[in-house]
């Protein structure tokens, strides 16, 4: 497959993915063949089902299926979808009591729904689409989209939209098919997927990656007044992606901190501030709900941050003046949680199948994750770390941010009560997770 980029052109071969350029999801199979399935899949690792529970014992402690009621004051609000490269709560002040290098960003989060403890599902940019768009975490060694199970039909946020009337699109500054961003925003019913070979100016090429940040989303901004309304649009940034190249009239203007990262975050930031002061001048920005996250966290120089808890912490917020107070909510949510939650505030009836909930779904908020093999999952005050076969840490995270004390032999009560209790949980979801993956069967099955 020949896949374009800056300077020439890049020999890719295909994989079962990429198959969704010329195929919907259901019918995939039709387009590739057992010998090419087998050839692509050989190396890749089948996801072992952990049976932890009988059927009808698994569904009462965790399932995925939700409903969403239609709300009468539901508007049909454009959906833009900003995805900010390796945006670590570390470098926001919002976040941090005013110390940080975006001040624009804390400027809009002071005017949004604001998660105080929100989490990435994962630490790689290719784990990130998924969670976001599709509330499907990556609980494995491989990516999902690079995975043997990427071709499996799956729910969206942009699937369920477009089938409100919405159109879809999705906007990223680097190489187009870079990790495998274009198929997977197909398979998940995005309907047009630019990437920086569909950008009109090469003199805006990083000489890395891509296009940067500030032209970028002047041309995002753009492009949206061209769309007829309502729509979604997925936005993922790159400026601030190592080696964190500032545009040479923007050198020297923001603090260098003492990360690396933190200048490029800064250029970011003003590179924000630009596409707002354009967007509100436009006919569909006051109609329009914005989402802001991070892909995953970078570098961290704060002790708060240096742990199996911080190491996961990125902005999650919902800025709509028009419509929404700006509110900061101490509950925990995730990535996987912006696809229902999305639909939950946009008031649209829907039944789907997500691996996170409404984040305004009071008591059940939790965040789970996986790093070289074991699964952690954060629920209120706690934190537990699971192998697989038996937890092997519970922690305290609020009152121990450094995750230094280890309760898992505590001899008091409540506390055993409530690590049994999310072991449980956490097993019933890796069940449902693990099953359906394999079995495909990652969509709300329709009567």
């Not at 071969?13 to 259901?26: C, D, E, T």
């Not at 539901?74 to 001040?103: C, D, H, M, R």
């Not at 965040?367 to 537990?384: A, E, H, P, T």
Request: charged share 20%.
């Amino acid at each position: 497959m020949l896949i374009g980029f800056r300077g020439g052109v890049q020999l890719r071969p295909l994989n079962v993915m990429q198959s969704s350029q010329y195929a919907k999801a259901r019918n995939i199979p039709l387009v590739i063949n057992t010998s090419f399935s087998l050839i692509k899949s050989i190396n890749k690792k089948s996801i072992i089902i952990q049976e932890y529970f009988e059927t009808n014992e698994l569904t009462s402690i965790y399932d995925p299926i939700q409903q969403y009621e239609e709300d009468s004051n539901s508007k049909n609000l454009n959906v833009v979808l900003i995805i900010a490269e390796s945006f670590s709560q570390e470098y926001i002040g919002f976040y941090n009591e005013g110390k940080g290098y975006t001040p624009f960003l804390d400027s809009i989060l002071s005017k949004s729904i604001v998660f105080e403890h929100a989490f990435a599902n994962g630490k790689k940019s290719i784990e990130a689409l998924p969670a976001i768009l599709s509330s499907i975490p990556t609980l494995t060694n491989t990516s999902y989209i690079s995975g043997k199970y990427g071709g499996n039909a799956i729910e969206s946020l942009p699937k369920t939209l477009k089938d409100k009337g919405y159109s879809t699109s999705f906007y990223h500054g680097g190489a187009n098919g870079t990790m495998g961003f274009q198929a997977f925003t197909q398979i998940a019913g995005i309907e047009q997927y630019y990437g920086s070979s569909d950008y009109p100016n090469e003199a805006d090429f990083d000489g890395k990656w891509g296009i940067f940040d500030e032209p970028y989303l002047q041309y995002c901004m753009q492009e949206f007044s061209n769309m007829k309304t309502p729509f979604f649009s997925g936005i993922f940034t790159l400026s601030s992606h190592h080696p964190y190249t500032i545009p040479a009239q923007h050198v020297g203007k923001f603090p260098k901190g003492n990360l690396p990262i933190h200048e490029s975050i800064g250029y970011a930031d003003y590179a924000l501030q630009q596409f707002f002061a354009s967007a509100k001048k436009t006919a569909w920005f006051e109609n329009t709900l914005f989402i802001f996250t991070a892909d995953h966290t970078q570098h961290n120089s704060n002790h708060w941050y240096n742990n199996g808890v911080g190491m996961y912490r990125v902005p999650i917020a919902y800025y709509c003046p028009k419509y929404l107070a700006d509110t900061l909510i101490s509950d925990v949510t995730q990535q996987t949680d912006i696809y229902p939650t999305t639909i939950d505030l946009l008031g649209i009836e829907s039944s789907i199948l997500s691996f996170g909930q409404s984040a305004f779904n009071i008591n059940k908020n939790f965040s789970i994750s996986s790093l070289n093999g074991i699964y952690q999952i954060i629920v209120k005050d706690y934190c537990l770390k699971f192998d697989g076969d038996k937890t092997i840490g519970f922690y305290n995270w609020e009152n121990d941010n450094s995750l230094k004390d280890n309760l898992i032999n505590s001899s008091d009560k409540d506390l055993q009560v409530a690590k049994a209790a999310l072991e449980k949980y956490l097993k019933a979801y890796l069940q449902q997770y693990q099953t359906r993956i394999v079995n495909n069967k990652l969509t709300y099955e329709r009567k």
